[in-house]
């Protein structure tokens, strides 16, 4: 019984991914960087757009609206994340031929084991070794008694929501080999 040529093309990827496949930690710390980098400079638009209209802003209305502002500013606070995160998943997706959501999901643990490393450290080496308070990034606060059911809800929001969104990233930057596949199956 011949193969037909997209039946010996599958069968090639079948082979390829049982060699290849799996979680690449290479690829997901690339990806990890470019969230980073990604969180940091949208942050930073972010924050000079915010910076020009709050110069037309009266001190007064400010403070009339400041809880206003402050769920605007969290909820702009979590598109970057998840801009972010979706951008380090598609990064390591699409690095890594293979598992492109296992990739995704590389770059969110990998989020989460450097913030705690970097909190361990704060926390032992004290306040002059603090990185994070050096750079102006947004934080939630480690004390969970500050947080309250609103804080601790949406630490949940953006903990699910940035998973999700590097997991999406990664299958999406993985549909590109899949793409390429396709088209050495019919070319065959």
Same mark, same amino acid.
């Given at each position: 019984m011949e193969r037909t040529p997209a039946g010996r093309a599958s069968q090639g990827v079948d082979r390829r991914r049982e060699r290849f496949g799996g979680f690449n930690l290479g690829a997901a710390f690339f990806g990890w960087l470019v969230a980073v980098a990604l969180s940091v400079l949208l942050s930073a638009i972010v924050g000079a757009v915010a910076a020009s209209i709050g110069s037309t802003v009266s001190p007064q209305a400010a403070l009339q609206n400041a809880a206003a502002g402050?769920? +605007? #500013?969290?909820? !702009?606070? /979590?598109?970057? *994340?998840? +801009?972010?995160?979706?951008?380090? #998943?598609? !990064?390591?997706?699409?690095? &890594?031929?293979?598992?492109?959501?296992?990739?995704?999901?590389?770059?969110? /643990?990998?989020?989460? +084991?450097? &913030?705690? *490393? /970097?909190? !361990?450290?704060?926390? +032992?080496?004290? *306040?002059?070794?603090?990185?994070? &308070?050096?750079?102006n990034l947004p934080s939630v606060p480690a004390d969970l008694q500050a947080l309250g059911i609103g804080g601790l809800i949406g630490l949940l929001v953006v903990l699910v929501g940035t998973a999700l969104a590097a997991v999406g990233g990664g299958k999406l930057g993985e549909r590109y080999h899949h793409r390429v596949d396709r088209e050495g199956a019919v070319a065959e």
């Open positions: 402050g769920i +605007v #500013g969290g909820i !702009v606070l /979590l598109i970057v *994340a998840l +801009v972010a995160y979706f951008g380090g #998943g598609y !990064v390591a997706g699409r690095m &890594s031929r293979f598992d492109g959501g296992r990739q995704g999901l590389g770059v969110w /643990l990998i989020g989460i +084991v450097i &913030s705690i *490393a /970097l909190a !361990v450290a704060a926390a +032992v080496l004290g *306040a002059q070794y603090n990185v994070l &308070s050096q750079i």
